[in-house]
């Protein structure tokens, strides 16, 4: 399925809002609202399904998906479950591992009709994997899907909270798919046709799964683009990292913006690069920015 594009450019992405606890702050998170809040610094009307508590986190981060011009009219609230909160731990490697903790608001996000018309109307939905680690915000998923046009399933694994059952239902269902190199890999090991070659693996979801387009993301390395036609390889930005928090969150926002905008896949790959470089300059997955900033970071 191609993307069909819209006057209005407006993308949902569903998923966790959370609040990222590092040693020295704290931090609004979830790599949808990652996503939504650089999709609309693009200018892309980004909106969010999801579900915070009565608590003061729950308030701040309605506070500032307003602030940031991010719809809140689906974000749900919820006065027996507390807003999700997540301990981000810096490895020597600037790497980021997690400890996210359960029974969190948005892991119970109630399907409701209202919501139909929106992912109807949207260029693209955009979900992932963590979402789905409790059954009710995992079967509302599931029923959104079916009014989707452009399903993008960043797939940000994050142990243990995903299944092989569960992933492979969403591979079905997808359009784009975005995904590291270690994903790459784990997902393939399922089927015994783990290669050394990455575009085999590539090829190898692409048949099975009928997925037309795949990104695949190497850190340091650059990142590659396929569809069934051909591949495109960025290099990667070479910056002074401070952390990797959200930079594939902002790379797949970079990237589907410059699509929805009708932009060729070899200006969305250079600017998706391009911000995801910044963004490990910085501290946490959303700092403040301009996009003509981006234009000096730009590798072709």
């Known amino acids: ?104 608001a948005w892991d119970n996000i109630e399907f409701s009709e209202h919501h139909i018309k929106e992912v109807k109307n949207a260029d693209a939905f955009v979900f992932g994997t963590l979402i789905t680690r409790n059954e009710t915000s995992k079967q509302t998923l599931y029923k959104l899907l079916n009014y989707a046009n452009y399903k993008v399933f960043d797939i940000n694994l994050r142990p243990p909270f995903y299944d092989k059952e569960t992933i492979e239902y969403l591979l079905n269902q997808c359009n784009l798919l975005k995904l590291n190199e270690s994903e790459l890999q784990l997902i393939s090991s399922w089927y015994s046709c783990e290669s050394n070659e990455g575009s085999s693996n590539v090829h190898f979801l692409q048949d099975t799964y009928k997925i037309d387009e795949i990104i695949v993301t190497k850190g340091s390395k650059g990142a590659t683009y396929y569809n069934l036609e051909r591949k495109y390889f960025v290099p990667a930005n070479k910056v002074k990292v401070k952390d990797t928090v959200g930079s594939g969150d902002s790379f797949l926002a970079a990237f589907l913006a410059k699509k929805i905008q009708n932009e060729p896949i070899e200006t969305g790959m250079y600017y998706a690069s391009a911000l995801g470089a910044f963004v490990t300059s910085q501290e946490g997955a959303c700092p403040d920015y301009k996009i003509e900033s981006l234009d000096q970071l730009l590798v072709k």
């Not at 892309?44 to 809140?72: C, P």
Request: a neutral charge.
């Open 1 to 104: 399925m191609t993307l069909t594009k819209s006057k209005n450019q407006s993308v949902i992405c569903y998923g966790e809002v959370l609040w990222d606890i590092f040693p020295n702050q704290t931090k609004p998170g979830g790599a949808p609202m990652n996503v939504a809040y650089h999709l609309n610094k693009f200018g892309v009307n980004s909106k969010m399904i999801s579900r915070v508590g009565t608590d003061k986190y729950g308030q701040g981060l309605l506070q500032i998906l307003n602030r940031w011009g991010i719809s809140t009219h689906h974000c749900q609230i919820d006065d027996v479950n507390q807003t999700g909160i997540v301990n981000a731990i810096a490895n020597q490697d600037h790497e980021m591992s997690y400890i996210i903790r359960e029974n969190a």
